[in-house]
């Protein structure tokens, strides 16, 4: 049997016990796993040429590439509809695959399934030629450190790639080209991520329906009568179909936290603060905070441990450098914990739209008592999901201020862009180049005379603050290391409806607290149509994200615990397409539903 150690010594401690050039013998491979723990991989039986080890400076010992993905008949048929990070990189490290064949099957998938969903806006002409120098790198053994190594990551419309316009779902901004990466994408590709492209967003952030001016509407895989959640709702509906293995995300109220929900996915919102905002759209300076999605708390937290990499302007010393991976191994799991959960937080009368939310909760807060965790009942008055939003949210008064502060940056490029938010908003009353809902064209009116300096934004601050301390004095009166509640009181919203109600971010975008969500539950199926997805958020105090995703784990392991379903309108293997370059996606922007026309926002003076 022929064995081969792949590590990060600086001597060598393995050797091929079986030198025979062609071994038909099954072989295995040790490398270090995506939390540091050694994987042994056993390769089937089958004749492959092995060529010489070759030991390099980074103590590393790996066969060279010529045990490639077709020596396994993998090329055509590799399946990616449920991958993670660790399955991806057994393939990837055992040599039964390539990265450029990771990558194309992503690719595939995109193009045989976004005239679907409508999730995609653009492939990153590069992708593939970041696979093949990825690959190269493989063979040449230079794989350590970097926890993303061929792992394909969709950025939502808002982040800054170099090579890539940033439009953040707006036609008006189509041509924005920042000539340089934000900090988290380029966090994210040194950590060996493929950026594949952009994934659809609901336009500027501002609403949870997931439409825009520039790609149309998203609709959720798992019933396309339904939104996907938003504004990330691409990003949702992307890895839900299997487009991708992480995507990333930006959350002001719910924008993270609403498409993981909506689409079966994990998610983070970390502490405000802790991943760098820089590069990326804006909408408020005190709620946004940077994130990502996947299919497991094991993917997100990986994510989390990367991204926090490019170092926010709130980070504490003593937070900084904190190993997210190890502190959610390590934890304690579900043993003595306690949680709170929001009575506000629920929508109690009977209703087939509410109904599976309260039912997915009750199955979730029975599982937790069963496995020892202590339930305790908050239903402190202050917690009250509507009330908050309506008396605190400050993303009116900072919009204007934040957005121009990113549009006037002297690094984008790009012809006859708006580069001011009256340049944007107020430019041109003939211009088609926003889609027009209720709350949109409000928000937008309000903010283009709200700002900062009005006595209303104090005292919604002072509100803030208090807010925050009265979170922090519940958890510690009850004993509690988190809140939990359902992502939102009723299933996602259909496509057509004014807004996406009844959601319950705005507690952790206020008070600046770290959230994970993990799947609750489906509704029942219908029609044909499967269940839609119901998430639950995890809130803790500021700088516990290791803790959380713990806790997070732990609960998705729990026996009877909704299982991961891959949507039943995608559900279908793809073949491979062997690409002589990137292809181009078109989304569908006629999508846009007309309840939703395009138009102008501003109806004040020029």
Request: charged share 15%.
């Amino acid at each position: 049997m022929g064995v081969i150690t792949i590590h990060q010594s600086s001597t060598a401690h393995a050797a091929i016990t079986n030198p025979d050039p062609l071994a038909s013998t099954a072989t295995s491979l040790t490398y270090s796993g995506f939390h540091g723990v050694p994987v042994t991989m056993r390769l089937r039986k089958t004749a492959v040429r092995f060529q010489p080890i070759v030991v390099f400076k980074t103590g590393l010992l790996l066969l060279a590439h010529t045990i490639t993905a077709t020596a396994f008949g993998l090329e055509k048929h590799l399946d990616v509809r449920s991958a993670s990070i660790s399955s991806l990189h057994d393939a990837l490290f055992s040599g039964q695959t390539t990265c450029r064949t990771i990558i194309s099957a992503h690719i595939s998938r995109i193009q045989a399934f976004n005239p679907i969903i409508n999730a995609i806006t653009a492939l990153d002409p590069a992708c593939l030629s970041a696979a093949d120098a990825l690959d190269a790198q493989l063979a040449a053994g230079n794989v350590t450190g970097r926890p993303l190594f061929c792992i394909p990551v969709l950025l939502k419309d808002s982040f800054d790639a170099a090579g890539m316009s940033t439009a953040a779902g707006c036609l008006a901004l189509a041509r924005n080209r920042p000539r340089v990466d934000s900090p988290t994408v380029a966090a994210l590709r040194s950590a060996g991520a493929v950026v594949l492209g952009r994934a659809s967003m609901h336009e500027l952030a501002l609403e949870g329906i997931s439409a825009s001016s520039l790609a149309g509407q998203v609709r959720n895989p798992y019933d396309l009568r339904r939104t996907p959640g938003g504004s990330s709702g691409g990003s949702g509906a992307a890895v839900a179909a299997g487009f991708a293995v992480l995507a990333t995300g930006t959350d002001t109220v719910n924008s993270l936290r609403s498409p993981a929900s909506a689409n079966g996915l994990c998610s983070f919102r970390p502490t405000t603060g802790l991943v760098s905002k820089e590069g990326i759209v804006p909408v408020s300076a005190t709620q946004d905070a940077i994130g990502a999605m996947g299919r497991s708390v094991e993917d997100i937290a990986v994510a989390l441990q990367v991204m926090a990499g490019a170092r926010g302007e709130d980070v504490p010393d003593e937070v900084v450098g904190t190993h997210y991976v190890k502190e959610m191994m390590e934890g304690d799991g579900l043993k003595g914990l306690r949680l709170g959960v929001v009575d506000g937080f629920f929508n109690h009368t009977a209703d087939p739209e509410t109904d599976p939310v309260n039912n997915a909760m009750e199955t979730m807060m029975s599982l937790l008592k069963n496995a020892g965790v202590t339930i305790v009942n908050i239903t402190d008055p202050v917690f009250d999901a509507v009330s908050i939003l309506t008396s605190l949210d400050v993303q009116r008064f900072e919009y204007k201020e934040q957005l121009g502060l990113y549009l006037g940056r002297t690094d984008l490029d790009g012809e006859d862009v708006p580069r001011s938010f009256d340049q944007l908003y107020h430019g041109n009353r003939e211009s088609q180049d926003f889609v027009v809902l209720p709350y949109q064209y409000d928000f937008i009116n309000k903010s283009s005379t709200a700002s900062t300096s009005d006595d209303e934004y104090k005292t919604r601050q002072a509100g803030i603050r208090r807010l925050t301390e009265h979170l922090a004095a519940t958890l510690a009166t009850h004993s509690l290391e988190a809140l939990i509640y359902p992502q939102q009181k009723n299933l996602v919203v259909e496509i057509g409806s004014p807004s996406q109600a009844g959601r319950n971010g705005i507690l952790a975008a206020l008070t600046g607290s770290p959230v994970v969500v993990v799947p609750a539950g489906y509704s029942p199926e219908e029609g044909g149509r499967g269940g839609v997805p119901i998430g639950m958020e995890i809130l803790g105090m500021s700088w516990t994200e290791g803790r959380l995703l713990g806790i997070a784990r732990s609960i998705s392991q729990l026996p009877g615990a909704p299982a991961w379903r891959m949507p039943g309108t995608v559900n279908s293997s793809v073949e491979v397409r062997a690409y002589e370059e990137v292809p181009v996606i078109v989304p569908d922007r006629g999508s846009v539903p007309p309840e939703y026309p395009l138009g102008n926002l501003w109806h004040g003076p020029v």
